[in-house]
């Protein structure tokens, strides 16, 4: 078989934002390298961008299991900012400032990527990475593929409210899932044939008797079709191959389940092995257009 035959069509992984559902990926990665399926190219977003880095850099699955169990905690997102409180409440007295404001202090999440990534480069990746911010000042997807990996990670975790935006390229960055929480379009722009795009549901409350609950179900409403319209329309406008996976968690998943991260790994591998004869199918035609060429 020649050389061309042989090789597979370039394949993307885009992990979209989820929290600690994202560790999801693990199984998605392991489902992929059981079947012989390579990654040349992966994008992460918010909390999918810790995951999209790990796979980047080559951690196996135990690492990055580990790596889960310590970076997302309570512990490391819950500390409070209290000059961000005052601020919230006697803004005229305290002075607010857009590029300061945050509820939680980020000390103990920059301290927690720094034990895990180091002073990594994106572009130093062996698989090439791509993570994905939101512009503050407009609303534009950001995609952050070289320069320092801890600072883009923060960036593309910036939850707005809880954590400070990030400045970054003369740009005040914010979490990635508002202006797309799986963005496909980075990989299809990088040429990529095939993408492999896992995403995640926000769950809809249920008994809505308060009004923490009621915000809370707007959001969901508005992640869940936000999601769905961009998906819709990539798959539209472009001539890549997008599978798309998305894990049913018959057990609730909260934002800390940390405990749950093995039956996270397992749906998620679940849900790819569910993918792969589209994704044989895919090779194989491209390996029959190759020879008829």
């Not at 199984?27 to 810790?50: E, H, T």
């Not at 923490?212 to 990539?234: C, W």
Request: proline fraction near 4%.
């Amino acid at each position: 078989m020649t050389g061309a035959l042989a090789r597979q069509p370039t394949v993307t992984l885009v992990i979209g934002s989820g929290s600690v559902k994202c560790a999801a990926s693990i199984g998605v990665v392991k489902a992929l390298a059981d079947a012989g399926i390579g990654i040349d190219r992966v994008v992460g977003c918010s909390g999918g961008a810790l995951f999209a880095a790990g796979v980047a850099f080559g951690f196996d699955a135990a690492r990055m299991t580990d790596i889960t169990l310590r970076a997302w905690t309570r512990k490391v997102t819950s500390k409070r900012n209290h000059m961000g409180m005052l601020r919230l409440l006697a803004p005229k007295l305290f002075g607010f400032r857009a590029e300061t404001f945050g509820l939680r202090d980020d000390a103990p999440m920059l301290a927690a990527f720094r034990e895990v990534f180091g002073d990594r480069r994106i572009e130093d990746a062996p698989i090439p990475l791509h993570i994905t911010a939101t512009d503050f000042a407009n609303g534009d997807l950001v995609e952050l593929s070289r320069g320092d990996l801890v600072s883009a990670l923060r960036a593309s975790a910036s939850l707005p409210l809880a954590f400070k935006p990030v400045a970054l390229g003369g740009r005040l960055l914010v979490d990635g899932y508002l202006a797309d929480p799986m963005p496909v379009s980075v990989a299809m722009k990088n040429g990529s044939r095939v993408i492999v795009a896992l995403g995640f549901e926000t769950p809809y409350q249920e008994n809505i008797r308060s009004a923490g609950r009621f915000a809370s179900q707007l959001s969901a409403i508005l992640a869940n079709n936000l999601q769905k319209s961009r998906v819709a329309f990539h798959s539209a406008t472009h001539h890549s191959e997008m599978i798309l996976i998305v894990p049913q968690f018959k057990e609730r998943v909260r934002l800390f389940d940390t405990h749950k991260v093995p039956y996270i790994i397992q749906e998620g591998e679940a849900a790819a092995r569910q993918q792969l004869p589209y994704l044989q199918a895919l090779f194989d035609a491209d390996r029959q257009r190759l020879a008829v060429a």
